[in-house]
Nanobody, 118 residues
């Protein structure tokens, strides 16, 4: 069973930066896409950024120009560089991977807390 492990979260002041990393516990093949989601208290989980197997990236409007998603398939890693953080970015961030080609196996990380103080 492949597991995703996130790291890099924590507490930062508004305007600061954090870099989240997500590593798979074993080799993943035929990756369709990798993504980061977040869930704030009392809110639904929302897509933050995603990257396809071809490298196409997509971001939610509120993070465009501030967040950058990247991946290293050889290392089974996806990262999220977050700059100019604001308290509205406070949430638990989850890594998500879709792999297996047409089988579309979906796995989630356990989540990591990001807290931005005013």
């Amino acid at each position: 069973q492949v597991q995703l492990v996130e790291s890099g979260g924590g507490l930062v002041q508004a305007g600061g930066s954090l870099r989240l990393s997500c590593v798979a516990s074993s080799k993943i093949t035929r990756i369709n896409g990798m993504a980061w989601y977040r869930q704030a208290p009392g809110k639904e989980r929302e897509l933050v950024a995603r990257i396809s197997d071809s490298g196409f990236t997509d971001y939610r409007d509120s993070v465009k120009g501030r967040f950058t998603i990247d991946r290293e398939y050889e290392k089974n890693t996806v990262t999220l560089q977050m700059n100019s953080l604001s308290p509205d970015d406070t949430a638990v961030y989850y890594c998500h991977v879709d792999y297996g080609g047409t089988w579309h196996h979906l796995i989630w990380g356990q989540g990591i807390q990001v807290t931005v103080s005013p």
